[in-house]
């Protein structure tokens, strides 16, 4: 496993937009998982008071991208290809656990698994995301 830096992936994630809106947490590495914390804020709710569909996908689409950036060392950035979401159960506004694992990593490309846990501690969204990776250019 590589020796990653969570600052500073977590300070490079939170110059964007996505992780700043679900208050994106990192919480730990258990083995090959990743555990992260996302708040889904009223903004995200659907006319039916729960979590729409595509920001649960956009926060799972932030923290898989994440674990990609934290294995790479922050040397390589994951160009989504495809995101399969499966909807399980509604989820609810406020804090949800995310547990995310790489499936396999190459040269060129990668696939990683997330799955989001809802307040009761059950599986509410699962989702498979494919990507292309490319070199990060760090900004100086």
Do not use: C, W
Request: charged share 20%; hydrophobic share 40%; aromatic share 8%.
């Amino acid at each position: 496993m590589p020796n990653f830096n969570v600052k500073k992936t977590m300070k490079r994630a939170y110059s964007g937009n996505v992780s700043t809106f679900f208050n994106t947490k990192f919480l730990k590495q258990e083995k090959e998982n990743f555990i992260f914390e996302v708040t889904f804020p009223s903004q995200t709710l659907n006319p039916f008071g729960f979590v729409q569909g595509g920001m649960i996908t956009s926060a799972l689409d932030e923290v898989t991208s994440i674990t990609v950036n934290l294995i790479s060392e922050d040397k390589k950035l994951p160009n989504s290809i495809d995101l399969h979401t499966s909807f399980h159960r509604p989820v609810k506004l406020g804090k949800v656990i995310i547990e995310t694992k790489i499936i396999k990593i190459g040269k060129n490309v990668v696939s990683i698994e997330g799955k989001l846990f809802n307040s009761e501690n059950k599986i509410a969204t699962s989702i498979l995301h494919s990507a292309i990776l490319t070199d990060l250019v760090q900004k100086k």
